[in-house]
């Protein structure tokens, strides 16, 4: 119960860090802003989400992380319905501060549980219980969030994220058990994370095929719109398909690293690098663009669990540093991601996101090749 409550966190955290990118068009319209601004709702979140993941937890010491998990979700229940409520767009964009402290201190705190609430065997099992969060909140909360906002407005969808946090609230509470802190974090410990070669590879990698990931993805809806000829009626459908890709990505990148981590990421790492690309290739028919919307969907579902195992098994002795390590450089890079994105988007082409994507997935399989003879992720 204690995993599938943790799992309901990463599905409320996924869905309202990245809700906004189904709400885009409609935000902007209703409060005067361009697309590429109307992304900071994304990047705004991430990139302060960075900065919380360490910090929080190096704030709190050794404080109970149950009860740590309860005030973030407090805080979570605050900020959307503060978000719901913003009159203007920078309101609005104040509110999502709160939401990236939220996302960033809970995430890095429950990234790592699975060793604390399942036997050693079970824990890529129960890690990738925990990031089928993510993939639900691709299938579910993001589609359902951004169906909400068409057919009722946005701000419902943000009091709907309210409610949802509000109600995980009370499930943690019901379930979680007491979780003292192990070692608590200091900046010394999460530097020493960084003289260890295969905790290195796994941030190289996690910065670039995020970063180049959310470049493009932010920018879905209105590539899907432009470049494939697909009317506006069915992005939220099609966001639905990348999801539910993303979810059965998750499970098989789960299966796949109980028995070899480096290979598997590697595979996750070269299908990225083929899907963004091919977007523009394959898919400027709406066919090939929502069959490419799925391949990429089912690419990126193994990047979550695929590279938190990772870093599990590059650093046992210090889960929780290198956690926070982890969910710090990967919620700045899903910011930096979207704020490059949609610089590029104002300023050259829409295309042009999906290059940069494809070429930071490259860099990244090359870095994980380098790691092959590290024992920690074989």
Avoid at 45 to 60: D, E, K, R, Y
């Amino acid at each position: 119960m204690a995993v599938s409550v943790v799992t309901l966190g990463t599905f409320l955290l996924v869905t309202a860090e990245q809700l906004p990118i189904g709400l885009l068009t409609s935000v902007g319209s209703a409060l005067s802003v361009s697309e590429g601004t109307a992304g900071l709702m994304v990047t705004v979140p991430s990139i302060v989400a960075g900065f919380a993941a360490p910090l929080v937890p190096m704030i709190v010491g050794s404080l109970d992380r149950r009860i740590l998990l309860l005030g973030l979700m407090v805080l979570m229940t605050v900020a959307n319905l503060g978000s719901a409520l913003a009159p203007n767009f920078a309101v609005l964009v104040g509110s999502r501060v709160l939401v990236g402290i939220a996302v960033g201190g809970f995430w890095a705190v429950a990234a790592g549980l699975a060793v604390r609430l399942v036997a050693p065997a079970d824990v890529p099992r129960a890690t990738a219980v925990i990031f089928g969060g993510v993939g639900a909140a691709n299938v579910f909360g993001v589609p359902l969030g951004t169906l909400v906002g068409d057919l009722t407005g946005w701000r419902m969808a943000f009091s709907s994220l309210s409610a949802l946090a509000l109600m995980t609230l009370i499930a943690l509470l019901a379930v979680l058990p007491r979780l003292v802190a192990s070692q608590p974090i200091r900046p010394k410990l999460l530097m020493e994370q960084l003289r260890n070669p295969g905790v290195r590879v796994g941030i190289i990698a996690t910065v670039l095929l995020v970063f180049g990931h959310f470049a493009a993805y932010t920018f879905v809806s209105p590539a899907l719109q432009k470049l494939s000829g697909i009317d506006e009626r069915y992005v939220g459908p099609l966001l639905f398909g990348f999801g539910a890709a993303g979810m059965i990505g998750n499970f098989v990148a789960g299966s796949a690293l109980s028995r070899r981590v480096h290979r598997s990421v590697l595979t996750i790492a070269v299908a990225m690098t083929a899907t963004m690309p091919l977007f523009l290739l394959l898919g400027q028919t709406a066919i090939g663009g929502a069959i490419l919307l799925i391949a990429w969907g089912l690419a990126f579902g193994g990047v979550s669990v695929g590279l938190q195992t990772w870093m599990i098994k590059a650093a046992p002795q210090a889960v929780e540093a290198a956690s926070s390590l982890w969910v710090a450089v990967f919620n700045l890079s899903i910011g930096c991601g979207a704020l490059a994105g949609g610089i590029i988007v104002d300023t050259l082409t829409l295309q042009g996101v999906f290059w940069l994507g494809g070429a930071c997935a490259l860099l990244a399989a090359m870095a994980i090749w380098t790691a092959r003879t590290n024992d920690a992720t074989r």
